[in-house]
Nanobody, 125 residues
Framework: QVQLVESGGGLVQAGGSLRLSCVAS????????MGWFRQAPGKEREFVAAISRSGGSTNYADSVKGRFAVSRDNAKNTVYLQMNSLKPEDTAVYYC??????????????????WGQGTQVTVSS
């Protein structure tokens, strides 16, 4: 069992930056690939970024490529999402998730086993 707690959300103007953090409980954090997803009101939850167990491999949604960066520190049981050049369309609740079975982190929301409670990101124009 893994418990995930996100933080770092808030209100920011367009063009600004935020850094989200997700801290995991337990001693096996490095056994999980990690993903970031987001959900805007009235929309389905969508993939943002993922990172492999070791941190050596990442992948991103096209909508955030070049603006967002995912990283992890296995010694601190933490995964990060650095978000730059934020746009109003990035407004959503952001969730981190842990995947047990695949080492590289997928973009499929159904393949993740554990989820955090989410943190709100609001980008004003």
């Amino acid at each position: 069992q893994v418990q995930l707690v996100e933080s770092g959300g808030g209100l920011v103007q367009a063009g600004g930056s935020l850094r989200l953090s997700c801290v995991a409980s337990g001693r096996t954090f490095s056994s999980y690939a990690m993903g970031w997803f987001r959900q805007a009101p009235g929309k389905e939850r969508e993939f943002v970024a993922a990172i492999s167990r070791s941190g050596g491999s990442t992948n991103y949604a096209d909508s955030v490529k070049g603006r967002f960066a995912v990283s992890r520190d296995n010694a601190k049981n933490t995964v990060y999402l650095q978000m730059n050049s934020l746009k109003p369309e990035d407004t959503a609740v952001y969730y981190c998730a842990a995947e047990r079975d695949r080492p590289w982190g997928t973009n499929n929301v159904r393949q993740y086993d554990y989820w955090g409670q989410g943190t709100q990101v609001t980008v004003s124009s």
